[in-house]
């Protein structure tokens, strides 16, 4: 693609899109997160401390938002095999965007290795 003068233009990224797949993937996670939480479906409550399944919820949504934020429609639509071998098309991506989704990713595992271990009576 052109701009007006010609040349080349940067890749830029498209921060709508990303903070929507970011959203999106949090919701998700979270989701999935209180599943991973739970003691089944046959006895209800938590296999971890009271006040630790608010962060390992939180961070297990942040992981997925991370993901989401990072591979947007390809994650959610794409069979499993383009997920794992992408084609590089996707330019929407800037490495900033890619920093950020790595350091939400990174920050999600810290609060749900954190709430493992502080159950496991570890920290």
């Known amino acids: 693609m052109d701009g007006y003068d010609g040349k080349p233009m940067k890749p830029k990224a498209d921060w709508l899109a990303w903070w929507i797949q970011l959203i999106f993937g949090i919701v998700v996670g979270s989701l999935l997160g209180c599943a991973l939480a739970s003691k089944g479906r046959y006895s209800p409550g938590w296999w971890l401390d009271g006040n630790l ?32 071998f992408p084609d590089d098309s996707d330019i929407h991506q800037t490495s900033f965007s890619r920093l950020c989704s790595v350091l939400i990713g990174v920050a999600g595992a810290g609060m749900m290795i954190y709430a493992i271990l502080s159950t496991m009576k570890v920290i």
């Open 53 to 84: 399944v608010f962060p390992f919820v939180i961070g297990a949504g942040l992981i997925a938002g991370a993901f989401a934020s990072q591979f947007g429609d390809r994650l959610w639509m794409e069979n499993f095999s383009k997920f794992i």
